[in-house]
């Protein structure tokens, strides 16, 4: 029987930003990195700092706890801003 084989980062990192609904260049912005960068990471042609996978992870948990949750982010940006409002979380006790 074959193991299927384990996803590469690259490949991680695009699923992330596809189920957060971030651009490449909004994910940049969010990194601190040139979207080149971000281009070279999702080809798996340079390493991605694990905090980087780590952090969109859970952005990602975090939009899917919605229903329970809201926590918002914060971005000097104004335009990336508008995007990181939709994903909110706010504890209910």
């Not at 384990?6 to 695009?14: A, T, Y």
Request: proline letters at 8%; a negative charge.
């Amino acid at each position: 029987m074959q193991v299927p084989a384990k996803p590469s980062d690259g490949e991680r990192l695009r699923s992330l930003l596809e189920a957060l609904d971030l651009t490449n260049a909004d994910a940049a912005r969010i990194c601190g990195v040139a979207e080149a960068t971000l281009y070279r990471w999702l080809g798996d042609k340079g390493p991605i700092p694990p905090m980087a996978l780590r952090m969109f992870a859970l952005m990602k948990h975090l939009q899917a706890a919605q229903p329970l949750l809201s926590v918002s982010w914060s971005h000097p940006d104004d335009e990336l801003q508008d995007r990181l409002d939709g994903i909110t979380v706010e504890v209910e006790v």
